[in-house]
T-cell receptor, first 116, second 113 residues
Framework: EAQVTQNPRYLITVTGKKLTVTCSQN?????MSWYRQDPGLGLRQIYY???????DKGDVPEGYKVSRKEKRNFPLILESPSPNQTSLYFC???????????????FGPGTRLLVL | DQQVKQNSPSLSVQEGRISILNCDYT??????FLWYKKYPAEGPTFLIS?????DKNEDGRFTVFLNKSAKHLSLHIVPSQPGDSAVYFC????????????FGKGTRLSVIA
């Protein structure tokens, strides 16, 4: 089954304690990205990756890191989480970055993070 | 600057009636438009899309209309069902100018039985 998986689905942590949210896709997609969803703000892109070893900042990258060492995996790293990073996070993948059906993104189930 | 706007945060519709969700965009480089549907505790799922060479695309109860001159698109759901209650995101992207996918803030649709 074609899918994007994320782990963990729920996470409660404390300020400053490093954490990683994993993301994996089995569709051989080139493009992967991370979003956060907050009430009234919709989906905002954090980071994206065009391919292995190619990552770039999205709209709200502050406080986050990513890596793309393998095509299928795109982990999101919070080196020192703060309460304003409490949010719902989604990983997504697509064949291409832009335009047409190739740019249609497939989303993971989400990770709900609470930073105390 | 918000390139994709969904000005109605919420919408309530009676079961069996038509739901119309609206979306406006500002970037003339956009040439492909999508609607995503999101249930609580799940990721957004692709619903329907339209290319800028068309002005209408249908898929069962869902129809998307595109008015390029007004930079406006809408999603019609007919007839609306309680299972359609969800948040709907409008999104746009473009081949031209390497324009990546941009999402609106979403509209929460409630279909009342």
């Amino acid at each position: 089954e074609a899918q994007v998986t994320q782990n963990p689905r729920y996470l409660i942590t404390v300020t400053g304690k490093k954490l990683t949210v994993t993301c994996s896709q089995n569709m051989n997609h080139e493009y992967m990205s991370w979003y956060r969803q907050d009430p009234g703000l919709g989906l905002r892109q954090i980071y994206y990756s065009m391919n292995v070893e190619a990552t770039d900042k999205g709209d709200v990258p502050e406080g986050y890191k990513v890596s793309r060492k393998e095509k299928r995996n795109f982990p999101l790293i919070l080196e020192s989480p703060s309460p304003n990073q409490t949010s719902l996070y989604f990983c997504a993948s697509s064949l291409t970055r832009t335009g047409g059906r190739g740019g249609t993104q497939y989303f993971g189930p989400g990770t709900r993070l609470l930073v105390l | 600057d918000q390139q994709v706007k969904q000005n109605s945060p919420s919408l309530s519709v009676q079961e069996g009636r038509i739901s119309i969700l609206n979306c406006d965009y500002t970037n003339s480089m956009f040439d492909y438009f999508l609607w995503y549907k999101k249930y609580p505790a799940e990721g957004p799922t692709f619903l329907i899309s339209i290319s800028s060479i068309k002005d209408k695309n249908e898929d069962g109860r869902f129809t998307v209309f595109l008015n390029k001159s007004a930079k406006h698109l809408s999603l019609h759901i007919v007839p609306s069902q309680p299972g359609d209650s969800a948040v709907y995101f409008c999104a746009a992207s473009g081949f031209s100018g390497n324009t990546p996918l941009v999402f609106g803030k979403g509209t929460r649709l409630s279909v009342i039985a």
